[in-house]
Nanobody, 122 residues
Framework: QVQLVESGGGLVQAGGSLRLSCAAS????????MGWFRQAPGKGREFVAA????????DYADSVKGRFTISRDNAKNTVYLQMISLKSEDTAVYYC???????????????WGQGTQVTVSS
């Protein structure tokens, strides 16, 4: 079955950095665009970043543009989210997702990971 497993979350001070990873299995990874979403307590799921199957096209939410970088290694079936200059408002559970297109709409994704917690202390 399809599995997306996130890792790399944790507690970091404001201004710090983290790199999230999402390892995929059970699906033709190169056939899928990948996205990162996040959900803070009491809020809905929010688009963070997306990347096309080739890595040639990326998209970012305005709130993270210039601070977060999405990338993928198709040889390792893994997508990454490099986060720098973290802010307290970045605190959330971060989810990776696989879909046919790099959409900002979470409903367009077919498969989801279980999430990894990122907590930024101010």
């Amino acid at each position: 079955q399809v599995q997306l497993v996130e890792s790399g979350g944790g507690l970091v001070q404001a201004g710090g950095s983290l790199r999230l990873s999402c390892a995929a299995s059970g699906l033709p990874f190169m056939s899928y665009a990948m996205g990162w979403f996040r959900q803070a307590p009491g809020k809905g799921r929010e688009f963070v970043a997306a990347i096309s199957w080739s890595g040639g096209s990326t998209d970012y939410a305005d709130s993270v543009k210039g601070r977060f970088t999405i990338s993928r290694d198709n040889a390792k079936n893994t997508v990454y989210l490099q986060m720098i200059s973290l802010k307290s408002e970045d605190t959330a559970v971060y989810y990776c997702a696989a879909g046919r297109d790099p959409s900002r709409n979470y409903a367009m994704y077919d498969f989801w990971g279980q999430g990894t917690q990122v907590t930024v202390s101010s």
